[in-house]
């Protein structure tokens, strides 16, 4: 059942084998049909009919591969801060399209409490390969004002919601 709690949410009730079903696939994707069947214990069709219902509601939005990203030569992650000189629709659009261009970016998010406009995730190989990429392509971003550097000593864990 979905459920409307304001104009831009979608709520969708999820029961316990939905959510079961939810942490297989966000940790084994590739598992077939009939194995999320078995292990939620379900058959085959109504776990199928369960997954793309899932998939229409928006929940499931992919499916993906996880890498190591030290092991493909991406070691250095670094969390940067960036505040906009402007803050106007226009300006936040074209900042978050040019920066969704770049290979580097993992994630981008706004953020509030802070007195930056938006925090990015970006791994790079190294040092030098992040000076590229602030001096080179976000710092000419027009609208980009500031930015303030964190470089993550260690990712303690990543997970998604459910």
């Known amino acids: 059942m979905i459920t409307s709690?304001?104009?831009?949410?979608?709520?969708?009730?999820?029961?316990?084998?939905?959510?079961?079903?939810?942490?297989?696939?966000?940790?084994?994707?590739?598992?077939?049909?009939?194995?999320?069947?078995?292990?939620?214990?379900?058959s085959a069709t109504p776990c199928a009919r369960r997954i793309k219902r899932l998939e229409d509601a928006g929940i499931i939005t992919?499916?993906?591969t996880k890498t190591d990203a030290q092991k493909i030569g991406y070691p250095l992650?670094?969390?940067?801060?960036?505040?906009?000189?402007?803050?106007?629709?226009?300006?936040?659009?074209?900042?978050?399209?040019?920066v969704q261009s770049f290979d580097e970016v993992v994630s981008c998010s706004i953020v509030t409490g802070r007195t930056e406009d938006y925090l990015i995730k970006v791994r790079v190989r190294d040092m030098a390969h992040y000076e590229e990429f602030l001096l080179h392509r976000l710092n000419r971003i027009e609208g980009v004002a500031q930015v303030h550097t964190s470089f993550e000593l260690r990712e303690v864990f990543s997970r998604s919601v459910v």
């Open 5 to 42: 709690h304001s104009d831009t949410a979608l709520l969708v009730d999820l029961d316990e084998t939905d959510k079961q079903l939810l942490r297989l696939l966000q940790t084994q994707a590739r598992m077939s049909i009939t194995e999320l069947a078995e292990r939620i214990n379900l």
């Open 62 to 64: 992919g499916y993906h």
């Open 77 to 98: 992650a670094v969390f940067i801060a960036i505040s906009m000189d402007r803050h106007t629709a226009e300006r936040f659009e074209q900042f978050e399209s040019k």
